[in-house]
């Protein structure tokens, strides 16, 4: 089932350089892997904010939690996650 | 998967009395099937309003679109869903 | 460039059923026209409305602005768009 | 009387990690005597966030604010409560 | 248990003026009922607007409801309720 | 007159306990002192939150400003205000 | 007391324009009135809109709202009404 | 002095085709004397909408509103007006 | 021109009382010199909050920022600046 | 394509006064180079706060994204984008 997610992050001005990089490192591997397994199907960018809008598949929203909860900087993100129906003519 | 979905209903002012009974009936009667199906599992009125908030069982957000669409009244009903996930100390 | 579009389709009340009808076969075929363009490249429905949201790629928001506009139930539909920035990991 | 109830828990930053994790124990088992009374029915969480929906049944508002407030995280925790009538086709 | 209710009335247009102040008569008298039990306790208007807000007093949500439903004007009356809890400072 | 005056109090984190209890008493005495003298007259809870509901009556809006600045957790506290008029059934 | 209240007016487009003027014109003169009476004080036109934003001057917001429902466009105006407590600097 | 001005135009469903395209070439031709004149400087589109974002220049927001109620589609249009300062880099 | 301006102003937690006090006692001063020029015409309280609702007049929104800038509190001001347009009841 | 893009500054209290005047000058020189190359085509303050609204002219949302990102204040910016369709009025 897929799902339209957003989200936004703020890492606390108080973490050093060197984390939020390694962070943000840790981030991309981690969405690699989502991506291999099918499970983030598409990423886009909010131009101008720390945001990005994600179209994910997982069999259900259970799932999802998992797989967003598993991204290194899941607690300093803000997410709202958009349950997705398939439409007619998209059906196969 | 869970949803809860919360509808309001709002019959054009123009549709005779007789014929929002029949709605009304017909209502009930999918109603009911939708909850020996195990589809519709709690339905809660809001009150002070035409509106009613339902938890929802279906494999994904597109059988619950069919399911939704099934209702008689579904025309004239404004209708947001929020996906559920299981709560960790809910997970057999 | 990529967009995020959501319609919510309201047709007048007064509409007889064999126009809705008409209405609808012919916005299926234009979308069917939208995406061998591949103007038109993803469509899910929102659970429980009679809305859509569309991934929609085309040269400038101008350019979507005609496309949109270019189908039949335009009228009588409420659109928002939302412009979508390429992410890093999608950069080829 | 069933009432909804959202729950957003912010644990300040500066919080030690072991401290937050003698807090999730102590929610814990405060949630399970919560069941086992009856007072909390359901717990949903709602994807991708820190944040859940819970189902509870108490006499009143004012007992159901005494409940929430047993809760060790309830300091750092955004409520809100919507209260729920009983729908005529689940009325014994 | 006491709520807080809100309700904003908006008759048609196409209701004649006579309709119109039989209907409030009857809101007066019902209003009038509800207070001698009990069930409505303070009542405000919002100046400016066709709205109040009441103090109500009911067994719970579901009695809320069936008292409000009861009014004439209910079907065309945009109403929102909030559960009060007992301030400790009340608390006989 | 009288106002219809919700507020949420939130003390600073570093707050230390025993000044936190040390508020609550002088905000338990001043508002008992506002009660005698017919200023607050009923006082809610809102149900999960640090909040309350209250019906003041005050000359103005200007000595009501007066009345809230005089709570000890004043600088504390999001406060909005809501003029009622006297409804017709209530007009003595 | 003074209130800031601010009025769109929605005359229905069945209306014909004849009873449009009239009402105009009803309104200017019963403005007139309320400035001669020290009600109204100002009045400003939020530009682009049918609507306006005015200083009235009133006992309480009782009389505030007979004196909006004087207004012969009352039944189709949206109002919402702000108290407003004077300012140290202008207490005489 | 320079506003951004918002404008959604809602023609009623009712009107003929005619009287629409009668209406559509009136506005254009105000709105060509409006850039002449050096009143309305820029005009976009919003995608998907049939509303539109300008830039105009005028004196103050009563001369705005002037100019904005000369449109022919003035009656069914809702607008919002934002005022823009001079931007010191933009300072000559 | 005139704008209606909302400001509320939140001094951080950590400056201290005597800084506080400074600020409060320029910020009068200043005010005062603004109402000399003729710039701020009224002032008034939001009842409850730490914000005032002013009534200003300059020639343009440019010269309202530098006034608003002038005000010693500006950098923890949040500011709202509604542009008004001239009533015709008010032209001379 | 143009883009009509709103920011606010909330630079960290904690940030010493020179850098913030270092920050500042770094955003007035990287500005003027997005000028001169038909980037940035206007920028406007918004009255009374630290916040500008740009109309901004490039290729696709992912290359307006990278010039808003390379303005030295961005990590502190709050920003929303707004993609504009090309008015018929100004096609060439």
């Known amino acids: 089932m ?3 997610v957003r989200f936004e992050t703020n890492l606390p001005d108080t973490m050093p350089v060197a984390e939020r990089n390694r962070l943000k ?3 991309r591997d981690r969405a690699q ?3 291999s397994e099918g499970t ?3 990423l886009w ?3 101008g904010r720390r945001a990005v809008i994600g179209l994910w ?3 259900d929203a ?3 939690h998992d797989a967003l909860a598993s991204l290194p900087a899941f607690p300093w993100t803000d997410v709202t996650v958009e349950a997705l129906a398939t439409h007619p003519q998209e059906q196969r």
Request: hydrophobic share 45%; charged share 30%.
């Open 2 to 4: 897929e799902f339209l």
């Open 25 to 27: 490192g840790l981030e």
């Open 57 to 59: 598949d997982t069999a």
């Open 33 to 35: 892997q989502l991506r």
């Open 45 to 47: 960018r909010v131009p």
């Open 62 to 64: 259970t799932h999802l």
């Open 40 to 42: 983030l199907l598409r």
